[in-house]
C-alpha cells in the first residue's frame, strides 16, 4: 500500500510527462514506443480527469483512519501486469493506474525486451521522494513463458489483480496460471482495427489534413498497437479517385518524413521487403524509396494480414454493408472520415456491429479509459463500507 497523497503522485507523473516532453535523447531512443503520446498522457489534467471518470472526483482515492467518509477506496493489493513484447508502452498505461490507486505492482516483461519502461521508471524515481516511494513499490522481472514458469507460477500466485497485454496464445497461457481464487483478470487480447474514409463535397479541402491525421495514427507505436490501422476502406465518390487518394497520401508521407526521422524495426524488415514483392505483383504499390511507407490498392473487400512498418492495404468500397460483412469479432476501433451528420450515423451503426471504438481519425490510437469496455483504476480498488 502506498503511503501518499493522490495530488503528490499525479505531480510525480507530470514530471514525467515533462521529461518525455524535452528529453531528446531518450526521444531519439526510444521514438518507436510512443514517446509523445505518453507525454501527453501522463500530464495532470489528463490524469485527473481518468480518475475523475472513473471515481467522480479524484480525491476520493485519499483516505485516512479520521475521514468521515462513507465509502473507502483502498488499493486491491498486489497487481501484475504481462506486458507484450510488440508494444510494451502499454505496460505504463495499466501501471500507472495501478500507482494511482496505490497499490504493489508487478511487470513482467518479454526475456527479449527492451529498457524502455526501466529506463523510464528509474527517470520517475529521481524526481522526488514519492517518485523514489512509487518505485520501490514496483518488481520487474524479465521471463521467457516457455522456459522460467516457476518464476511466472510466483508472479501469478501473488496478484489480486493481473492485466494481460498480448495475443490470444499467450494470453489463454496466462490465464490458465495458478492463481488466488479472487484474482480478477483484464484481458487485452489481440484486436484489429482499420479505417472507413467518404471523401465527400464537405471535406475534399480537407484532404491534407485528413491524411496527416491518419499518419499519426499509422507511426503512433510503430504500427503495432491495437488500435493501429492496416487496412483502409475508401469510399467511392466522384470528387477523388482511389487512385488520386493514394498519390496524395504518398505526398503526404514524403512530407511527413522531410520533418521526422523513424526507425525501422529490424525484425519487420524482411517481411515489408517481401509483401512489396508480392503485392507489386498483382497491386498497384505506391512506396518510398526506402522503407518509409507503403500503401497497396487492394480490389477486394477484405482485412489483410498486418505488416507493419507504415504499411496500408486500401481498396474501394460503395456501401457501408460491403465492410459489415468483413467486420470481425475482435474489432477493436474504426477510425472513420466523414461529414458530422454521417458520422453520428455510421458510428452507432459499427457499434451495433460489435466494434469496441469508433474515432475520428487522428486519435484511433489515443489511449483512453475505458479501453476495450473496461474502466480499469475501478477494477484497481475494493470499495470498502
Known amino acids: ?19 518525455l516532453l524535452n528529453n531528446k535523447a531518450f526521444y531519439e531512443k526510444y521514438n518507436n514506443h510512443g514517446v509523445p503520446f505518453l507525454s501527453r498522457w501522463l ?37 501484475s501486469h504481462w506486458i507484450a513484447g510488440n508494444v510494451p508502452s502499454l505496460g505504463i498505461l495499466s501501471l500507472v493506474p495501478g500507482l494511482l490507486t496505490k497499490n504493489k505492482n508487478i511487470i513482467k516483461l518479454p526475456s527479449v525486451s527492451d529498457d524502455f519502461i526501466p529506463d523510464l521508471l528509474n527517470e520517475m524515481s529521481k524526481f522526488s521522494n514519492v517518485g523514489k516511494e512509487l518505485f520501490n513499490n514496483i518488481e520487474i522481472h524479465r521471463a521467457d513463458y516457455k522456459s522460467e514458469l516457476d518464476l511466472l507460477h510466483k508472479i501469478s500466485k501473488k496478484s489480486d489483480l493481473r492485466v494481460i497485454w498480448g495475443g490470444d496464445e499467450s494470453s489463454n497461457s496466462i490465464k490458465n496460471f495458478p492463481s488466488k481464487i479472487t484474482c480478477k483478470d483484464l484481458i487485452f487480447h489481440d484486436k484489429v482495427s482499420f479505417v472507413i474514409l467518404d471523401i465527400n463535397e464537405h471535406n475534399i479541402k480537407k484532404i ?5 491525421r491518419l499518419i ?44 521526422n526521422d523513424y526507425n525501422h524495426d529490424p525484425s519487420d524488415i524482411h517481411n515489408v521487403i517481401n509483401q512489396r514483392l508480392i503485392n507489386s505483383l498483382k497491386n498497384k504499390v505506391f512506396q518510398s524509396q526506402n ?22 492495404f486500401i481498396k474501394e468500397y460503395q456501401k457501408l454493408n460491403d465492410i459489415f460483412d468483413i467486420i470481425p469479432e475482435n474489432c477493436q476501433t474504426v477510425g472513420l472520415e466523414t461529414n458530422e451528420t454521417n458520422f ?17 481519425i ?6 483512453e479509459i475505458p479501453w476495450d469496455g473496461i474502466d480499469i483504476p475501478r477494477f484497481m480498488v475494493r470499495y470498502s463500507l
Open 362 to 367: 487522428g486519435s484511433m490510437t489515443h489511449f
Open 1 to 19: 500500500m502506498i503511503n501518499v497523497e493522490i495530488e503528490e503522485i499525479i505531480l510525480v507523473f507530470e514530471s514525467l510527462s515533462k521529461f
Open 344 to 360: 453520428n450515423k455510421y458510428k452507432f451503426l459499427l457499434l451495433e456491429k460489435g466494434v469496441l471504438r469508433v474515432k475520428k
Open 291 to 312: 522503407l518509409d511507407y507503403t500503401i497497396v490498392i487492394e480490389n477486394h473487400i477484405t482485412l489483410s494480414k498486418p505488416v507493419s512498418n507504415r504499411f496500408l
Open 216 to 259: 499519426s495514427d499509422t507511426v503512433l507505436f510503430n504500427q503495432k498497437a491495437c488500435a493501429s490501422p492496416h487496412n483502409i476502406f475508401f469510399k467511392k465518390n466522384k470528387f477523388l479517385s482511389l487512385k488520386e487518394y493514394c498519390e496524395e497520401l504518398s505526398r503526404s508521407f514524403q512530407n511527413y518524413f522531410k520533418e
Open 208 to 212: 491534407e489534413s485528413i491524411n496527416k
Open 43 to 79: 500530464a495532470k489534467d489528463n490524469l485527473i480527469n481518468v480518475l475523475n471518470n472513473s471515481f467522480f472526483n479524484y480525491k476520493n482515492l485519499d483516505y485516512s483512519s479520521d475521514s468521515n467518509k462513507d465509502t473507502f477506496l483502498l488499493p486491491v493489493g498486489t497487481i
